[in-house]
């Protein structure tokens, strides 16, 4: 097969080892023409996943989309709402026309005409960024409408029916489902749902192919991704890894931890606390994190060092993702509240009621699952972590002391 | 065979559902619905229907599962 745009073989990409890839832009140019199974196929091939959290195989959701017999709609998903993750941000800002690359070559496998690109309406840069590279591209030879619009900041914002909402003239919350966005999307058109990076890789698979996108990472989770590592090391930021990167060879990069280490959250505010010894001997892959009970997520990791406590650390995000509700399913209003502050009594020392401890318990299974969206799931998924990891902390706190030297 | 479904953004935590359908229904510490999935036999599908009908603000919904 070749690329018909650039006239080179599409496997004669960069060496097959070098990193960065998504970083290594800006790079416009060389759309190759694929036929609209042929790219739905390479991306089979590659064994691409979606890089927004989900870990969906990308495939998958192109052919869905593709057979749902309307027209349907694309739309790229830039906003990343979570604070601890900037790889979005920073992806759309080094390179906007890959990620561009991405949405057209999506949008012509599954035969959409109109496209959106979303981003936070904070992230001034970036948008700029984005529709500079608009203004760049010929409409006629992208043979679809590229949009940009900016979505209110929000952690729910960037949740994929929350942000078919707005798109749709509603504010911008999530939906119940059924149905989802593949079935019923923007204006009531079928409509996939990609993160930005999931699209800057699939252009990147539709122009050196597969087997370049498989000689990174691992057979089950192929190619790189983009992880935001910050906390208590020298040079917080992202950096683009071949998935099975252990864990260590990341804080490395990142020029060391500048404090010895009690713990990492792994997988963003809906990730997992893991204690520190056990995560640095941990690659970087599902298979990996699966029996801990962690997932990679978007790859935002936090680094927690000793002279932090946990307890008041995962205190403040849950009152934050409380605060983030969109304020729609009663038991995330009143559970997140209500789990946030046993936490915040938990993480004073001393200051905890004798049932805090019961009562959290209860709330965690009362609240699990019972949203319209998995808002309230990932709280409660970060809470149990952290009453796991922490469980030592939480029975000195109880007598009125605190490792973290408060 | 049949079982309830809550739409959460719906339900205003009215509790109604609870008094009428309470093999199936109990309500969470804040007044809320919480469903036991397991499908209702024949014999609580009337108070699965009484449950449905009463809710205020119409967040119910009775899910018909094929006889297995």
């Known amino acids: 097969m070749r690329n018909r745009a650039l006239g080179i073989a599409l496997d004669a990409g960069p060496p097959a080892a070098a990193l960065p890839r998504l970083l290594a832009g800006p790079s416009h140019g060389g759309l190759p023409d694929l036929r609209p199974d042929e790219l739905i196929d390479l991306a089979e091939e590659s064994g691409l996943t979606g890089r927004g959290g989900a870990a969906f195989p990308v495939w998958r959701k192109l052919r869905a989309v593709a057979q749902a017999g309307r027209q349907p709609v694309v739309v790229a998903n830039g906003v990343e709402g979570e604070p601890p993750s900037r790889k979005d941000k920073l992806l759309l800002g080094r390179d906007p026309h890959l990620v561009l690359d991405g949405v057209v070559l999506a949008a012509a496998a599954i035969g959409a005409r109109e496209a959106f690109v979303t981003v936070d309406a904070r992230a001034r840069s970036e948008l700029e960024a984005v529709q500079t590279a608009l203004r760049e591209r010929s409409r006629r030879r992208d043979r679809v409408r590229l949009r940009v619009v900016t979505v209110p900041t929000g952690f729910v914002a960037g949740e994929e029916t929350a942000l078919v909402a707005w798109l749709s003239g509603k504010p ?19 409509t996939l749902v990609q993160n930005v990076e999931t699209l800057a890789h699939l252009a990147l698979v539709a122009r050196f192919g597969p087997t370049w996108f498989r000689a ?60 520190a010894e056990t995560a640095l001997r941990l690659e970087l892959l599902d298979a990996a994190l699966r029996p801990h009970g962690a997932s990679l997520g978007a790859r935002a990791i936090v680094a927690l060092p000793g002279s932090a406590c946990g307890l008041r650390e995962t205190a403040r995000i849950v009152r934050y993702l409380a605060d983030e509700s969109a304020g729609q399913c009663g038991p995330c209003v009143n559970g997140l509240d209500a789990i946030a502050g046993a936490l915040e009594r938990l993480a004073e020392p001393g200051r905890a009621r004798p049932d805090d401890r019961a009562r959290l318990a209860r709330w965690l299974d009362q609240v699990r699952g019972r949203g319209a969206c998995r808002h309230p799931d990932g709280a409660v998924r970060l809470v149990e972590s952290a009453l796991r990891v922490f469980a030592t902390e939480i029975e000195r706190h109880a007598r009125g002391r605190c490792a973290a030297g408060r | 065979m049949s079982s ?20 199936r229904i109990s309500l969470d510490d804040w007044g809320y619905p919480i469903v036991d999935p397991r ?30």
């Open chain 2, 4 to 23: 309830v479904r809550v739409d959460p953004i719906a339900c205003e935590g009215h509790g109604l559902c609870a008094e009428l359908f309470p093999e």
């Open chain 1, 172 to 190: 911008p919350r999530p939906t119940s489902t059924p149905p989802r966005p593949f079935e019923r999307g923007v204006g009531g058109a079928p």
């Open chain 2, 39 to 68: 499908p209702a036999g024949p014999e609580l599908e009337k108070h699965a229907r009484r449950a449905v009908g009463a809710c205020p603000v119409l967040a119910l919904r009775l899910l018909k599962a094929a006889a297995s």
């Open chain 1, 216 to 275: 990174l990472g691992t057979p089950d989770e192929p190619g790189t991704a983009l992880a935001t590592l910050s906390g208590a090391v020298r040079k917080p930021g992202v950096h683009e890894i071949p998935l099975g990167l252990p864990l260590a060879d990341l804080v490395a990069a990142a020029g060391g931890a500048t404090e010895p280490l009690s713990a990492f959250l792994v997988g963003g505010y809906f990730g997992t606390w893991l204690p």
